[in-house]
């Protein structure tokens, strides 16, 4: 699957998310090569105020918690990220086994299997600068870029 550039998700429950119906699943079709990989967290951070500027992005606020996440057995340069108060934030690794339900490994080794309710999830298979920025701010050095 050399094709794969990127993989950017954004997860959102629908109790925070802005363009979401409530209680509705949406997962864009692309999201699919999700099923197929481990996640490892590679850092957590809150979002801030130049990246949303810069970017003028009208989904994440400023200060909201966000978590990167690298697809593990893949390229370095795929990364799922998860925003505001997503379950994923606190997993160490992670393994999709539904579109909406997860397995969650935390740095305990603890593993519990959990639903996602009314997220919105969005795969870009392009490179973002986004994705580039957010990990050198969240891991404080500079990263394989997406």
Not at 111 to 124: D, H, K, Y
Request: hydrophobic content about 40%; some cysteine; aromatic content about 10%.
């Amino acid at each position: 699957m050399d094709w794969l550039k990127l993989l950017f998700v954004i997860v959102q429950l629908s109790a925070i998310a802005k363009i979401s119906d409530c209680g509705v699943i949406f997962v864009s079709p692309r999201c699919g090569v999700l099923a197929s990989y481990e996640l490892k967290r590679v850092c957590i951070g809150t979002y801030p105020g130049e990246i949303y500027a810069k970017y003028q992005d009208e989904i994440a606020e400023i200060g909201a918690l966000y978590a990167i996440f690298r697809l593990i057995g893949h390229s370095d340069n795929d990364y799922l990220i998860a925003h505001y108060f997503s379950p994923l934030i606190m997993c160490d690794k992670a393994l999709f086994i539904t579109k909406d339900e997860i397995n969650c490994t935390t740095k305990n080794e603890i593993t519990e299997q959990f639903e996602i309710p009314g997220n919105l999830m969005f795969c870009i298979y392009e490179n973002l600068q986004t994705v580039d920025d957010l990990l050198k701010l969240c891991t404080g050095k500079q990263m394989n870029p997406s």
